[in-house]
């Protein structure tokens, strides 16, 4: 499902509110993907947890993250 390498636009809850974030796939082992980023620290992510909710493929671009609630 995920591409090693590719930059994925991923939507997840981060504490109280949702936020979008462009991410690069590190390692992908189902259901875990391990990501970065330039501007933050490296995430695991569990694409299973209801933290999760949705990741697109994207083009490379420069990170943006915006807070949604």
């Known amino acids: 499902m995920f591409e090693t390498g590719a930059t994925y636009s991923i939507r997840m809850i981060d504490g109280d509110s949702e936020s979008l974030s462009s991410w690069v796939v590190v390692e992908y082992e189902a259901p875990l993907l391990k990501l970065s980023n330039p501007h933050t620290n490296d ?10 909710i949705s990741a697109e493929k994207t083009e490379a671009v420069e990170n943006f993250e915006i807070n949604i609630g």
């Open 43 to 52: 995430r695991i992510l569990n694409t299973g947890s209801r933290h999760f």
